[in-house]
């Protein structure tokens, strides 16, 4: 039973966490089991094969931590630098601004770079870093690759090229929360040390599974880092995973279980439409805003997501009564504009096991909402521009050919 009761289904659109489909809601109807039992292990040896499918690699070493992506992100500072080592770091927006204040709390000497929000990081800056540190003094480079505050998404194989023409050694970590499974990733190609998600979006789960990938260079660091670790030790993991029981403690048996089931959807589907389909859905929601005659808070189409996008709205109009009014009288679940942003910006998630039809339904609600907040919207107009693009661009459902 909700908490508050509302008839029919709520429309969930905040940029995690996200829809649940209903085959991973079964998997996950279970009792719980031993996990030392041969059961979990030889689950976990297929989910960590196959989890390293959606980060695109084929030498990398993934960690299912039940944890948070703040604790995946602790995960892959304290395993690979040691206090004190400086840190090349992109603030633009609210969530890149809390890994930065993590990383400054964990005793890391960061070197903060920082955007107007709306922008995506300033990659000249950290050219210039590159080009001055001839001593190496750069241990780290890290950098957001979607930030949901804002709906902008970093080049990353800009940042790799960048260290690779500099000849620079430091370590590329990348949170990858709400990219990866949804935007292209590519961790080898591109070079990416440490990449990391939750299980709470594109993969659309429950929260509760960090999931980090290490590189063997990453694995090397981590020998030699010197930061404080326990929890999140990944030495932990590694014995465990030579014993092939691959467990230091206790596992969500049932997130396990719902794990097995998203990826075999996103299989079945196939990762190369899984990120089409989230092209599709952003694409649409920014014809939608520009029909509404509103403006995206990401100031560049190079920097567009395609899994969020942050709605700019007149001075007048106060974005958080928008998200309450989508909830009391609509049952509709937007996301806040978040710190710099708060009251100028509404944002739509558009990610995870999530169609197109559900999306239609999620902008015409955001219509209505403007009407009644006094924006002069035309009802329609958004749904409208959004459905021209897609009924000619969805692809016949593979399965259903």
């Not at 599974?209 to 932990?236: H, Y």
């Not at 700019?312 to 309450?324: F, K, T, W, Y």
Request: proline share 5%; net charge neutral; with cysteine.
């Amino acid at each position: 039973m909700d908490y508050f009761y509302g008839p029919g289904r709520n429309h969930l659109f905040v940029p995690g966490p996200v829809n649940i489909p209903e085959p991973v809601i079964r998997a996950m109807n279970r009792n719980n089991e031993d996990y030392r039992s041969p059961a979990v292990p030889a689950l976990t040896k297929t989910l960590l094969e196959d989890v390293k499918k959606i980060f695109k690699t084929t030498s990398g070493t993934p960690f299912m931590i039940p944890t948070t992506g703040t604790g995946a992100w602790e995960s892959a500072l304290t395993n690979t630098l040691s206090p004190g080592d400086r840190i090349v770091s992109f603030l633009i927006g609210q969530f890149s601004l809390l890994w930065i204040d993590q990383q400054q709390r964990l005793g890391f000497n960061v070197d903060v770079v920082e955007s107007e929000w709306g922008q995506g990081a300033k990659l000249d800056v950290l050219a210039s870093k590159l080009a001055a540190d001839t001593a190496h003094t750069i241990k780290a480079i890290c950098i957001v690759h979607n930030e949901t505050a804002t709906g902008v998404t970093n080049n990353l194989a800009k940042v790799r090229k960048i260290l690779d023409d500099y000849g620079h050694p430091a370590l590329l970590l990348v949170d990858g929360v709400s990219s990866i499974c949804a935007l292209d990733f590519r961790m080898d190609e591109w070079g990416v040390d440490v990449a990391l998600t939750g299980s709470q979006k594109a993969l659309s789960l429950p929260t509760g599974i960090g999931i980090v990938c290490a590189s063997p260079k990453a694995l090397e660091a981590s020998k030699t880092a010197k930061s404080v670790r326990v929890f999140f030790d990944w030495n932990d993991y590694l014995k465990f995973y030579k014993l092939g029981t691959f467990w230091p403690y206790t596992p969500s048996i049932q997130l396990l279980y719902g794990l097995r089931a998203a990826l075999d959807l996103i299989f079945e589907e196939g990762l190369e439409n899984v990120i089409a389909r989230h092209a599709r859905l952003g694409k649409a929601t920014r014809l939608a805003i520009e029909a509404w005659g509103l403006k995206n808070c990401t100031q560049k189409e190079e920097w567009y997501s395609d899994t969020v996008t942050a709605v700019l709205v007149p001075p007048h109009i106060d974005s958080a009564e928008i998200v309450r009014r989508a909830w009391k009288r609509y049952n509709l679940s937007l996301g806040l504009g978040l710190n710099k942003v708060a009251g100028r910006v509404f944002r739509i998630g558009h990610l995870g096991n999530l169609n197109e039809l559900q999306l239609l339904g999620c902008l015409a609600g955001v219509e209505m909402i403007l009407k009644d907040v006094g924006y002069p919207v035309k009802l329609g107009s958004g749904v409208a521009a959004a459905s021209a693009y897609l009924q000619n661009s969805i692809p016949m459902i593979p399965s259903r050919i």
